[in-house]
């Protein structure tokens, strides 16, 4: 059996050279607003260890990437200081130019930093880059109605009142915190009304005009603890999708007090798992976020239909040394082996 495991994990674990050209990307309004000097310590350290290092603030748009596509491309890894928005904005460059990825938590969450067990560590990033152990992770996309092109997404898109409190916090300026969060939720709580929606998946409908809290999801990391999607997995190259029928304000209740806890949440969600997940929003329009960011800017359209659909190809998440010996112990489970794709040294 535990051949069985190490046979899959070789599907999606792939090796590289160390990384001797390094791009660093940081945040500067993530978190707590530390993310500069995180980003400056970590070129001091780099730097000592005789990397070529550069030192980049981040792009408020994806499309602020293409015209350093070339750069990218030289490099040997991007470094980004920041939370899951920051790492959103890259998914497509790094994929086309299949330059490694590793990340330095600096959001209020740091979904993806925390799936693989990253910190800010320079200690551990110098590690994990001399180990040179990759994993080839599958992100998802966005498109569909009045969105143009296909946006990506690494771990999850929802709407209820996570995607309620999200678009209360808006275009606010300046790092955010925990309490804003508290505050805008308890808001978001008052007022709590759920999307009526119908879900389709590979073209199957399996929700009809469905109220309730529903999730797409890549990865099972948003609200680990309350495992709301715990079969979402970005070794596999496939989304799942997850909805609780008839929502209530007692649900958002339970799972406060079993994030308190840090026990799963257990309520009678119902999921399915698919390469295409279509949501048709009905009766009004209502907010989505993705990866912790309202969406767009602007709600969903009433009759408008959202598709999800899982990339053609995957990127390379460099992780640290900890994470490998999970791996080769069996602790991080694949559902499905992918097909390893070779990498330019």
Request: positive net charge.
């Amino acid at each position: 059996m535990k051949d069985d495991i190490l046979n899959q994990f070789d599907e999606v674990l792939i090796k590289i050279p160390t990384p001797q050209n390094i791009l660093i990307f940081y945040n500067p309004i993530s978190s707590a607003g530390n993310t500069e000097k995180i980003a400056k310590e970590l070129e001091t350290e780099l730097a000592f260890q005789r990397k070529n290092v550069a030192v980049y603030t981040s792009e408020k748009k994806m499309k602020g990437y293409k015209r350093m596509k070339e750069e990218i491309a030289a490099s040997d890894l991007v470094v980004i200081v920041g939370g899951d928005g920051t790492v959103r904005k890259l998914l497509g460059i790094i994929n086309k130019t299949e330059t490694p990825v590793y990340v330095i938590p600096g959001g209020n969450e740091s979904l993806f930093a925390r799936t693989y067990g990253m910190s800010t560590r320079a200690d551990d990033l110098l590690r994990a880059m001399a180990a040179g152990n990759c994993l080839q992770q599958y992100y998802g996309l966005i498109s569909g109605q009045g969105i143009r092109g296909k946006k990506p997404f690494f771990n999850m898109a929802s709407m209820g009142l996570d995607s309620l409190t999200v678009k209360n916090i808006g275009k606010r300026k300046g790092p955010l915190n925990d309490s804003i969060y508290v505050w805008h939720g308890l808001k978001a709580l008052c007022s709590l009304h759920h999307p009526t929606i119908s879900i389709s998946v590979d073209g199957q409908c399996v929700i009809d005009r469905g109220s309730g809290y529903v999730i797409v999801a890549n990865s099972s990391a948003y609200a680990k603890n309350l495992q709301l999607v715990p079969a979402a997995n970005p070794s596999n190259n496939e989304l799942v999708a997850g909805f609780l029928p008839g929502a209530r304000h007692q649900h958002e209740l339970i799972k406060a007090m079993k994030i308190l806890q840090r026990k799963p949440a257990n309520l009678p969600m119902q999921f399915f798992t698919g390469k295409m997940i279509a949501c048709t929003l009905h009766g009004q329009p209502y907010p989505m976020q993705v990866d912790g960011d309202y969406f767009r800017n602007r709600d969903i359209e009433a009759d408008n239909t959202v598709e999800f659909s899982i990339s053609a190809s995957p990127i390379h998440v460099l992780i640290p040394a900890e994470f490998n010996v999970n791996l080769s112990a069996g602790i991080h489970h694949t559902k499905q082996p992918v097909n390893s794709k070779s990498m330019n040294g």
